[in-house]
């Protein structure tokens, strides 16, 4: 089964870092953002890799290669503008021919994506997207009240559970029917599929998950793993 990672976007929340670096291959630790998630594919079972790329991208291509020392295949597809998430797979269509999955080349987690195709396949889905179950706590207490007014409890600033989108993905080849370019799968594909009321799943999962997405996030998960290959070496 293939994967497509993407890696193509500018990163513009992560500046300054990004200003000469690609997104994912920031460094975490001692290895690029993009490695931990290459390692992630492979260890459940993904040898060949299909990374879109733009902003930067001789970064990665110098670094990975063909991905013989990672273990794995590694086929480049380049965007020729930001195409946002959807529209920067349409380079890799006529390479698809059976289930595949999407993730973000700027996502960790732990979770395995061979599960989420599992799970895919024997719903019998066109499209399943990974769902990360993750607590918000909300900014201010809450009271609940009877008919009449009265307080029957008070919780402050309660966690609400929620499912998340994870940014992980499967799909069957005909999704590039509903693909345009610019097109995103959150604001457009996946409204579309509902809309249209095609089979569209969605798999739970509780491993670790992060969205590296900003500065803070970036400097507090790079000190964190600073420190455990400090601690560990």
């Known amino acids: 089964m293939k994967a497509i990672v993407l890696c193509g976007g500018k990163g513009t929340r ?14 975490l630790g001692k290895k690029p953002i993009l490695e931990f998630v290459v390692n992630n594919l492979k260890h459940n079972g993904f040898k060949e890799i299909y990374l879109t790329v733009g902003y930067l991208k001789d970064h990665i291509v110098k670094y990975f290669g063909d991905g013989s020392k990672f273990g794995v295949k590694i086929k480049y597809f380049e965007e020729s503008r930001e195409m946002n998430t959807a529209g920067s797979i349409l380079p890799c269509k006529e390479c698809v021919e059976d289930t595949f999955i999407v993730v973000m080349g700027d996502h960790l987690t732990a979770a395995n994506p061979m599960k989420l195709a599992d799970f895919h396949k024997k719903k019998g ?7 990360k179950r993750t607590g918000v706590p909300l900014e201010y207490g809450v009271a609940h009240t009877d008919r009449e007014g009265r307080i029957e409890k ?33 604001q457009d594909v996946f409204p579309r599929l509902l809309k249209e009321k095609k089979k569209v799943y969605g798999y739970i999962f509780n491993e670790y998950w992060v969205d590296i997405g900003r500065v803070p996030d970036y400097e507090q998960l790079n000190h964190i793993i600073s420190i455990v290959d400090l601690v560990t070496h």
């Not at 992560?14 to 460094?27: A, D």
């Not at 966690?159 to 959150?186: H, T, W």
């Open 125 to 131: 889905a066109l499209a399943t997207m990974a769902l």
């Open 14 to 27: 992560l500046r300054p870092y990004t200003y000469s670096i690609p997104k994912p291959m920031l460094p």
């Open 154 to 186: 008070f919780e402050e600033k309660p966690i609400v559970q929620n499912l998340i989108n994870s940014g992980m993905y499967c799909f069957e080849p005909e999704i590039f029917r509903y693909i345009k370019d610019g097109y995103d799968f959150a």
